[in-house]
Each structure stands twice: as structure tokens, then as C-alpha cells.
């Protein structure tokens, strides 16, 4: 029996290899160089039969980059965990060897101020890069393929590419999500395969492989750039300006393939020339349709995805003088899949994305002359044009929060966007090689050709830092900055036998604080204003500012000052001592109005039903800038899970169908105790509805009997463009803060940006000091929302409300404060809620 099994194994494998094998992705390009190791050869398994590790791609690429002169590879970065993010560079031997002075040349056409005209005699730069969402595999696999034909082909074709392009091939975007993925696939995977979908190969467990470490979607990051992988793709970037970037993905299983160009780009007026968006892509799409005609293979265009936000993989290029070009490809979700029209094949998306990579070289390198032109045009045209706003720079600056002005400088530095300090302002000019980008950070707008976006329609990123930035009509610039490296310090803090105070202002006051408290400290914060003296001359103090009262201390007054200079050299804060309790002016250190604080004790539900990007906004808030440890309680364990280690519940949006009647009293006897449950979106939505707190969600008023109207018919070709305006997919509101509650404490202006992408509109309550922030007569700055939205449910509601519980409290927010980890400017607002909420009591007042 044994003889007849290895045999029929080894029937089945030479099967698979005939199939899908070699000449089933590439017999096109033969002779290959046998030197080179076929991907199968190194794997073990033909492509499309696994799926393949990000270390074995790497270690693949390592192999290539070392028995070949054709390819060089490089580390870029770093995931969070710790898996190496790298670029291999192909081209011929030549090339490489002069790779520096091709790049010098190629450099040329980026810098504004040089006329070179040698189009056609420089290398054209293609970066390929793939799989930045985790559980859209095939690109991966499909960058195998594409590196072995360009590294071991000898065929004229190939040749011929390597001479006119140097091509970079960055085979995994997101490396811990596809791992995350590949592990799920691979366990599941059956001998004989099962197409049915609804088995487990084919669905993944909560939070899935789309997402990086801390479940942010790394394909709308490249704009935020808050993750280490965007960051490190940045600094690759801007170092060498590709022509032509690449962004595969997979979606839909009864879907088929989509390459540009897209649906018209949805502002009325784009800041990107036209020519990107309509005459390249038209340019390119002939390519990609002949290359998966040739293979039987159905697509699709122009109907569908937009590339209005400006922080895709397949739009951030096309804001560097680059064209970005975005593939979907019909996901088979594991290794076959049933669909309307028989089965996918793993091996069958892998070709796609492989015949659209060879494709796009091709054009490129037959389009060359025309990319440069269009890339140096680009970058000519940024610094003499003129901004319809008419204004020459944008300046910004928060008096009284420099770790959020840093923030906000090291983010434009990232982006290559030229910073100028005047005095205690910053001045960012529009006359500069990133005019464009500078247009993104700065401008809003409120009209829009299509009312229906894929994403954001929202993305000034000033207002995500709360910058107030104003117009400026001439420029006096100042001196340029170009690091943070040398900050401007606080004043050092000097010991005190008596008290310190932690200006609460900062962005990293909590991180300061949680620092302190975590070694043992005892604080407290003022709930009013005051005026004190201290080492550093007489100082104002605001609501929130936080006392450490050195004798009421179990640890002597040596060991505090070390902990407190300790938290302001790791974080940078303001903090000052006293020798006094007399204030100049407001409350005395003694006064009541000084209430101890509780270290937060946090925990928060996640699992299936809860949306996983909220969560990990949340994760990766209190992991990398508060130092705060979280627990993370999975709802299938929350029945045995007690909340007393816990002072502190947040729960973010979701379904949480999960929770019966007797987990929902759990919930709130728990908070009737004194804690607090903070909840945002669709998690407070749940809340009101669940009837576990007395407040309302603002609804359409009932029109009268006389007053209605009859069904308009409507064309049913237009059903989903009229139903998709009324989504609120992101658009920026102001809102008015109570600076004086505890949760807007460190605030100074009651003005104040928010992000929405939910139809979750609150009622104010009916207590008149529980709406913390209310949405202001005038809201929208920004993003496209519909006149229903805007005038019956959003102006009338409240955007923060606090809510008795018993003893405790529920914080309802209707927008989420910590979107894409890129809202400094209302972090604050939660991480309020996390160290003072057990300190807000609810005037009764008999509603």
C-alpha cells in the first residue's frame, strides 16, 4: 500500500505542476536561465498550491539577489512585529553597477530647477508593490513570478525591459497581516481541496489578515503615516520617485478583475493635473486589456473605486509626479472557492496579477519618454502655479502645545513638505516642489461631482492635528526646518519639597502622568483655573493641570522629583515645581477643586462583531504613546471575565449581538459601582438602544398627514448612487466643547474639528451639563455629506455626552476621536475620559 500511495502522490504533484506550473504562469518567456531557482524549486511546492510565508519570500528574494547580478535587495523597515520589509531592484548587470549615477539622473527630472531633456535615455523606475492588504494574497505570489522571469528570462522581451527600467519589486506591504492570513489558509486547507464557502479555509476568524499588528488598514496610510510600514515606504519613496507604482488587491470571489482607469475623481476640482487621471491611464489600460485577453481572462473599468483620497498605494504616488495604478482581482479566499460561474482557483488570481505586473513593465518602458515628461511637468508646475485661494503659505501653531506643534511639523517632514519657523509660528509656503501636498494638509471643500466615495472624502490633515491654520497672503518664511531632532525643550524642573504641576495642556501630559502614576505616585487635578509661582516665574494654569503633592507621598521627596524629572525627559512636558500651596491667583493646592485621580485600569471588548479598525485605534493609542497596558477581553470569554480588576470599559463600534440580557446587567452594575464605560459610534448607538442609558437618537421628525407627499419614482439604474449619498463615509465637523467639563480639559479654544464616518446622530441629553460637545450652528468643513444628513440629523445633535449609570457614568461618543491614529487633536477628548472619567459626577437635576 505504501508503494502505491508515493505514487500516486508523486502522479498528483506532476498533475498540479502541469496545470498551474511554470508554463501555466510564463511559457512566454523561456529560455530561463537554470542557474536560477524556479520559486517551486526553493518553495518545495508549486506556486498557487500553498500559501507562501512572507520569510520564505524574503528568504526567495535573498536567494535571487545572491546568484543573480540582475538583482540587489534591501531592508526598508521593520513591521511591529519585527518581520523585515524589503525592496529588490532588478535590472541588467550595467544598470546595477551605475546604479547611482542612473538614479542622479533620473533625480533630475524631480528638481524643478534642472531642464534635462534625455527622456528617452534614462531608465524608466517601476515600483511594483503588493499585498498591503493581508488576506488578498495572490499578488504576493504573483511578485514570485515576476521576479524569477526578470531575474532568470533571457528572452528578448525581458531583455528588453531590464535595458530602458529599473524595477523594484516590494513583494509584501503588510507582512504580519498576510502571515495572519497565510497560517488560516494553510491550517484549513483540505486533501482534496473544499470549495464550499461557507468552510472554514474560506472565513477567518476576528480581526482577520486584511489588517497590520494593530489592525490598521495600511492601504490609508500612506498619507497618515502612522505605522512603521507607511513610514518606512515614505523614506524609500521620496529617496527615489518611481515612475509608475503598482497597488494590487483582491476582491469580491464573484467579482472579476478591475484595472484603471477608475470612476472620475470625485472633487469638482482636483488638485492633480488631468493628464494623470485621464490621458496616462488611458495610456496604460490597453496593456492590461490585451495582456488578459490573451488569457480568456474578464475585467472590468471606469465603474467603480476612486482615487479621491489622497493616501492609497494606488493615489499618493499620483502626488509625486508618479502614475498610480490600482488592480482587484476576484479573491478566491483560500486555494478554490465556488462561484455564479464554477470554481476560482488560487493559481488563476496569481496569473492575473502576474500578467498585469509583466504588463505594466511593458508599458512603461514603451511609454518612457512620456512618463518623464509628465513627471518633470509635474513638479515644474508646483512651484509656478497658483493657488485658486490666492494665498502664498499656510501658518499654524498651538501657543500652548508644543509636542502637538512637533507632531505636526515631523509629519510634514515626512512628506518632504518644506517647514519654516517665524518666531512662535510656522510657516509652510505653497511655492515649493510639494505645492500639491501642501494643498491636501491645508485645503477643505465642500463641492463635490460624485456623492458616492469608496472612502474618505475628508482629509485635511491640519484639522486632524485641531491646527488652526490661517492663509497667508505673502510669505516671509523664516528659517527653515528640517528635523525635530532639537526640539525646543521645557523649562527643567527642579526639586520641590512641596509640589510639582503637569501643565495638562500638552499632548503628552497623559503619557507623563500614566508614567507617574504606574511608579506609584499620588495625583490630583485641578478642576479650575489658577495662577501659581514656581521655578520658572509666575505660570497660568488650566483646567486639568495636575498637582503632585510631595509629603502626602509614601516615597521620600528625592525619589518623587527622580520620577517626575524622568516623566518630563521621556516625554517632553511641561512641568514646574512650587514651594508654595498660596496660588497668585484661582484656587489654592489645598482647595477641593483639586480631586485625586485613579490610575486607570482598562480593559476593552473585542471579538467578532466589533469593528476591528476601531479597536486597534484604540490598541495602538495607549500601546505607543501613553505606555498604557490595555486588556483585551474576548467576547466569547466576557461571561467569565471579571470587570472588578477594571475601572475603566471601552467598548468601540459593533454588534455586540453577542451580549444577552444577563451580560448587559453585568455591564451595568458594574459601572452603577462607580466606574466608567466609554463607548464610540456604533458602541454608543447600542447603548441608547439596549435602553441602558436615558438618552435619545435624533430621528427624522414625523411629518404631518398633510405635509406628505407620494414616492417619487426614481430610475433604478441610479439606485445605488442615491442610496450611497446618504452614507457619511468622512467628512470633518466642528463642534462645541465645553472646555470646562472634565473630558475637554486641556483645551483653551471651544472650537474644535471632529471626524465622522457614521450615521450616529445622539440627541443633546436632557441634563444640561452632560453635552460636552455639540455640533455648531455651522458644522461642515470638510468631505461631502448629503443636506439630510447635515440639516435634520447632524445639526441638531450633540457629538459627546456623559450619562448616569448608578454611581458611575457612560461616555457616549458619537464620532470616533482616535480615527486612523492620526487625530491628535481629539485623543485628548478619550484619553480624558480614561483619567478623569471617575472623577465626573452628574448634577442631578430632575430630568
Given at each position: 500500500m505504501k508503494p502505491t500511495h508515493k505514487l500516486l502522490s508523486v502522479f498528483l504533484f506532476l498533475l498540479t505542476c502541469n496545470v498551474f506550473g511554470q508554463d501555466y504562469f510564463f511559457k512566454d518567456k523561456a529560455p530561463f536561465n537554470s542557474n536560477i531557482p524556479t520559486p517551486e524549486a526553493f518553495l518545495g511546492y508549486p506556486i498557487g498550491e500553498q500559501h507562501t510565508r512572507h520569510d520564505q519570500i524574503v528568504a526567495y528574494f535573498y536567494k535571487l539577489a545572491e546568484v543573480s547580478d540582475r538583482a540587489q535587495i534591501e531592508v526598508y523597515g521593520y513591521t511591529h512585529e519585527k518581520r523585515k520589509l524589503v525592496m529588490l531592484t532588478i535590472s541588467t548587470p550595467e544598470?546595477?553597477?551605475?546604479?547611482?549615477?542612473?538614479?542622479?539622473?533620473?533625480?533630475?527630472?524631480?528638481?524643478?530647477?534642472?531642464?534635462?531633456?534625455?527622456?528617452?535615455?534614462?531608465?524608466?523606475?517601476i515600483q511594483l508593490g503588493y499585498n498591503v492588504h493581508g488576506n488578498e494574497p495572490s499578488s504576493s505570489e504573483a511578485a514570485l513570478l515576476t521576479a524569477y522571469t526578470l531575474v532568470a528570462s533571457n528572452s528578448n522581451e525581458v531583455q528588453n525591459y531590464l535595458k530602458n527600467s529599473v524595477v523594484f519589486i516590494d513583494p509584501t506591504i503588510n507582512p504580519d497581516g498576510r502571515d495572519r492570513h497565510t497560517q488560516w489558509a494553510n491550517q484549513y486547507k483540505s486533501t482534496p481541496l473544499v470549495s464550499d464557502n461557507i468552510d472554514a479555509e474560506h472565513n477567518e476568524m476576528w480581526p482577520r489578515g486584511r489588517t497590520n499588528h494593530y489592525w490598521f488598514d495600511l492601504n490609508r496610510d500612506w498619507l497618515l503615516a502612522v505605522n512603521p510600514e507607511s513610514q518606512g515606504k515614505l523614506k524609500w519613496y521620496h529617496e527615489w520617485y518611481p515612475n509608475v507604482v503598482t497597488d494590487f488587491h483582491e476582491m469580491g470571489t464573484n467579482s472579476n478583475y478591475f484595472f484603471e482607469p477608475m470612476k472620475p475623481i470625485g472633487s469638482q476640482d482636483p488638485i492633480m493635473p488631468k493628464e494623470n487621471y485621464e490621458d496616462l491611464n488611458n495610456l496604460f489600460a490597453p496593456y492590461y486589456a490585451k495582456a488578459l485577453d490573451n488569457i480568456g481572462s474578464f475585467y472590468f473599468t471606469k465603474e467603480a473605486f476612486d482615487g479621491t483620497y489622497p493616501g492609497y498605494g494606488s493615489s499618493y504616488p499620483d502626488l509625486q509626479g508618479a502614475l498610480a495604478l490600482l488592480f482587484e482581482q476576484a479573491s478566491s479566499r483560500g486555494h478554490v472557492q465556488d462561484t455564479d460561474y464554477g470554481k476560482i482557483t488560487f493559481p488563476f488570481t496569481i496569473r492575473n496579477?502576474?500578467?498585469?505586473?509583466?504588463?505594466?513593465?511593458?508599458?512603461?518602458?514603451?511609454?518612457?519618454?512620456?512618463?518623464?515628461?509628465?513627471?518633470?511637468?509635474?513638479?515644474?508646475?508646483?512651484?509656478?502655479?497658483?493657488?485658486k485661494s490666492g494665498f502664498a503659505a499656510y501658518e499654524f501653531g498651538d501657543a500652548y502645545d508644543q509636542n502637538r506643534n512637533k507632531a505636526f511639523v515631523d509629519f510634514l517632514l515626512k512628506h518632504h513638505i518644506k517647514v519654516y519657523k517665524k518666531g512662535n509660528k510656522f510657516v509652510v509656503p505653497l511655492k515649493q516642489p510639494q505645492h500639491r501636498m501642501v494643498q491636501t494638509m491645508f485645503e477643505t471643500y465642500s463641492k463635490f461631482r460624485d456623492s458616492v466615495f469608496y472612502d474618505a472624502s475628508a482629509w485635511s490633515v491640519s484639522n486632524f492635528y485641531d491646527m488652526k491654520a490661517k492663509g497667508l497672503k505673502s510669505a516671509r518664511l523664516g528659517s527653515e526646518i528640517t528635523s525635530t531632532k532639537n526640539w525646543e525643550k521645557p523649562i527643567s524642573v527642579t526639586k520641590s519639597d512641596y509640589a510639582y504641576l503637569l501643565d495638562w495642556d500638552d499632548y503628552n501630559a497623559p503619557a507623563a502622568l500614566n508614567y507617574i502614576q504606574r511608579k506609584g505616585v499620588q495625583v490630583s487635578a485641578a478642576f479650575k483655573k489658577f495662577s501659581a509661582k514656581t521655578n520658572a516665574g509666575e505660570q497660568s494654569f488650566n483646567y486639568g493641570t495636575v498637582m503632585i503633592p510631595v509629603s502626602k507621598q509614601k516615597k521620600s521627596s528625592a525619589e518623587v522629583y527622580e520620577i517626575v524629572r524622568k516623566a518630563q525627559e521621556k516625554f517632553n512636558v511641561p512641568i514646574y515645581s512650587t514651594n508654595t500651596g498660596f496660588s497668585v491667583k484661582g484656587i489654592d493646592l489645598g482647595s477641593n477643586n483639586f480631586r485625586k485621580l485613579q490610575q486607570p485600569k482598562v480593559a476593552m471588548l473585542i471579538g467578532d462583531g466589533v469593528y476591528s479598525y476601531e479597536a486597534g485605534e484604540v490598541w495602538h493609542l495607549l500601546d505607543t504613546r501613553v505606555h498604557m497596558p490595555l486588556t483585551k477581553i474576548q467576547l466569547r470569554n466576557f461571561r467569565r471575565a471579571s470587570l472588578d480588576k477594571y475601572n475603566t470599559l471601552v467598548m468601540v463600534s459593533g454588534s455586540y449581538t453577542q451580549l444577552d440580557s444577563i451580560q448587559r446587567k453585568k455591564i451595568s452594575d458594574w459601572v452603577?459601582?462607580?466606574?466608567?464605560?466609554?463607548?464610540?459610534?456604533?458602541?454608543?448607538?447600542?447603548?441608547?438602544?439596549?435602553?441602558?442609558?436615558?438618552?435619545?437618537?435624533?430621528?427624522?421628525?414625523?411629518?404631518?398627514?398633510?405635509?406628505?407627499?407620494?414616492?417619487?419614482?426614481?430610475?433604478?439604474?441610479?439606485?445605488?448612487?442615491?442610496i450611497g449619498r446618504e452614507r457619511l463615509g468622512g467628512a470633518i465637523f466642528e463642534v462645541d466643547l465645553d472646555v470646562t467639563h472634565p473630558l475637554g480639559f486641556g483645551y483653551r479654544n471651544t472650537k474644535v474639528p471632529v471626524y465622522k464616518n457614521n450615521r450616529v446622530f445622539i440627541q443633546p441629553s436632557k441634563n444640561p451639563y452632560s453635552t460636552v460637545a455639540k455640533y455648531t450652528a455651522n458644522p461642515h468643513i470638510d468631505g461631502f455629506v448629503s443636506t439630510k444628513n447635515l440639516e435634520t440629523f447632524l445639526k441638531p445633535s450633540a457629538s459627546l455626552v456623559v450619562s448616569r449609570i448608578g454611581g458611575g457614568r457612560a461616555i457616549l461618543f458619537a464620532d470616533n476621536p482616535n480615527f486612523r491614529g492620526a487625530w491628535y487633536g481629539t485623543n485628548k477628548l478619550f484619553l480624558n475620559a480614561l483619567f478623569f472619567g471617575n472623577n465626573i459626577s452628574i448634577p442631578f437635576t430632575g430630568n
Open positions: 544598470n546595477l553597477s551605475n546604479l547611482s549615477s542612473i538614479k542622479a539622473a533620473h533625480l533630475q527630472f524631480v528638481d524643478h530647477t534642472s531642464n534635462a531633456k534625455n527622456y528617452n535615455e534614462v531608465p524608466v523606475f496579477q502576474y500578467q498585469s505586473s509583466i504588463a505594466t513593465i511593458k508599458a512603461a518602458v514603451e511609454n518612457k519618454a512620456t512618463l518623464r515628461k509628465y513627471q518633470q511637468d509635474f513638479f515644474k508646475s508646483a512651484v509656478t502655479k497658483k493657488a452603577g459601582k462607580g466606574n466608567t464605560l466609554i463607548t464610540i459610534a456604533r458602541a454608543s448607538q447600542w447603548l441608547i438602544n439596549r435602553k441602558m442609558v436615558k438618552e435619545s437618537l435624533t430621528k427624522k421628525p414625523k411629518a404631518k398627514e398633510k405635509d406628505k407627499k407620494a414616492t417619487k419614482r426614481l430610475p433604478y439604474v441610479d439606485a445605488s448612487e442615491h
